[in-house]
């Protein structure tokens, strides 16, 4: 017997809310897992104290323990030790957001990895030591509220506001650490690795993924062989055959090519032939030609396509000629005084983390064009300075959002489309405080099309929060993402204020 529509949504409803429950209790057995590798950590530097020359000995011993105890790869044992040590020392507040449940494991791995430039910035006096404190609150807050992928690139972009020195020296010592590796798997592949600067990582896969999108969706590039219509050249061959009395072979039907007028073989029988022939190929009509689809996983398509471009400088031909002005594109924001030249306080990659000022200021000498931004106090673009509306409507769109506004998705922009948050078609207005960025996939979900019980409704709130509420009712906040930003309690020094930039102008996306 089939339950009705109203008792399978509370179900699901209860499954989903226990669940949450269920992954709070896990949340809060992790904390307890990392408190107990805590306390294992004390007996260590315990029997390091006792045979010091031995350190290194004892605790790969320990390591080897747990590895085995539970199962585990090295490294995940050596990161659980890592990360119980932080927490038990310094982190305190981020150890009780995971006993409460709030945050998950993901969240204080990427809090944590981020924390290290404050914790550098720190131990070598750039700082105050209370920073660590003012960076967690932070990170924590956010954490709460968002998924493990954009807590990251927030905390990395709170440890550049806090540590702007430690990160940017930290750009430019990474640059020399670029590698490129090959490791055989077997007979037949090979695992190539690159380390790379991110944004020049994040363009890479931004040009693939776009090429490959391309390949899948124009087959035609290629220049397949078309299909045979075998039925037609029998016809033409016969007709030939009549006309020539010679063996068949490939001809364009409309085009005669029997014997030249005067010529014996030219007889009234051969020419009604050949008409019979266009007139059944007329009333047939045109015959499409469907070409399909490229049939191989997306993965190998990237792969060939690296290979082919690393080996080729551009894609050759095999790949189709509509793929040449193919290019990457990646977002920054730099503070106006970054970009002169002024300070060098790290540039945003938007949606990822942080940029060497000077990289950014390279970027930006050869961006085709710019968007000026106008913060408030709290790090919120309150506008952009545009000369035709709709076109500022649209960069202000892109500066407000930088990735879909479905909770937790990070779709960059251009992978995105500019939504009405109220549908157009029942009267929704085409003005800021009713467009928003959605990728197609969470755009789908609040199309008329979908059947009620499974369709997502959002509303925009005020400040351009966008409220969701799911097919069995529940909500959802996803609030525009803020520039990080830390105002001065006191007033600012007349030496570094610059009185002809207007008041909140921080930063010149490109």
Not at 58 to 67: D, G, L, Q, V, Y
Not at 382 to 394: E, I, K, V
Request: aromatic share 4%.
């Amino acid at each position: 017997m089939k339950t009705s529509p109203v008792t399978r949504t509370d179900r699901q409803v209860a499954l989903r809310e226990e669940w949450v429950r269920v992954r709070r209790q896990i949340n809060a057995l992790e904390a307890r897992a990392a408190a107990l590798l805590g306390q294992r950590l004390e007996l260590l530097d315990e029997d390091v104290a006792e045979a010091p020359m031995h350190r290194r000995v004892i605790e790969r011993s320990m390591i080897a323990e747990f590895t085995v105890a539970g199962r585990a790869a090295k490294g995940t044992i050596e990161h659980a030790f890592a990360d119980a040590r932080m927490l038990g020392e310094e982190f305190g507040a981020l150890r009780e957001a995971l006993e409460d449940g709030a945050i998950t494991v993901a969240h204080v791995r990427e809090i944590l990895t981020a924390a290290s430039a404050v914790q550098a910035a720190i131990r070598e006096e750039r700082i105050p030591p209370d920073l660590l404190g003012l960076f967690q609150a932070a990170a924590i807050e956010f954490a709460e509220t968002e998924s493990p992928a954009r807590t990251r690139a927030h905390a990395r972009e709170l440890a550049a506001v806090l540590a702007p020195q430690t990160v940017t020296d930290r750009h430019r010592d990474a640059l020399t650490e670029q590698d490129v590796k090959s490791r055989p798997v077997d007979d037949e592949l090979s695992l190539l690795t690159a380390l790379l600067p991110t944004h020049r990582a994040e363009a890479i896969m931004d040009r693939l993924n776009t090429m490959v999108r391309h390949q899948k969706q124009h087959g035609e590039d290629r220049h397949p062989a078309l299909p045979v219509d075998e039925q037609f050249l029998a016809e033409a061959d016969r007709a030939v055959e009549v006309i020539t009395a010679e063996g068949t072979f490939t001809i364009d039907p409309f085009v005669w090519h029997g014997p030249d007028e005067g010529d014996p073989a030219s007889t009234p029988e051969a020419i009604d032939a050949y008409l019979e022939m266009m007139d059944r190929i007329i009333e047939r009509g045109p015959v499409p030609i469907i070409i399909p689809e490229d049939p191989r996983p997306i993965g190998q398509i990237r792969a060939e396509l690296l290979s082919d471009l690393l080996l080729a400088a551009d894609p050759s031909t095999v790949f189709g000629d509509g793929m040449e002005n193919i290019t990457a594109r990646i977002q920054v924001t730099i503070d106006g005084s970054t970009l002169s030249g002024r300070d060098d306080k790290p540039a945003q990659l938007d949606g990822t983390g942080t940029l060497h000022p000077d990289t950014a200021r390279t970027l930006a000498g050869r961006a085709t064009s710019w968007t000026r931004l106008f913060l408030d106090a709290d790090g919120m673009v309150t506008h952009t300075d545009t000369y035709q509306p709709t076109a500022g409507m649209r960069r202000y769109l892109r500066a407000r959002d930088q990735h879909c506004r479905f909770p937790g998705c990070r779709q960059p922009l251009h992978r995105c489309e500019t939504d009405h948050t109220r549908d157009w078609a029942l009267g929704g207005p085409t003005s800021l405080d009713n467009l928003a960025h959605l990728c197609p996939a969470h755009h789908t979900l609040k199309h008329p099309s979908v059947p009620d019980a499974h369709r997502w409704a959002a509303r925009q709130l005020p400040d351009g929060t966008l409220q969701w509420t799911a097919p069995d009712g529940t909500t959802h906040l996803d609030r525009p993402p803020r520039r990080v930003m830390f105002t001065p309690s006191g007033p600012p020094d007349p030496i570094e204020h610059d009185r002809s930039r207007p008041p909140g102008d921080t930063g010149s996306p490109f």
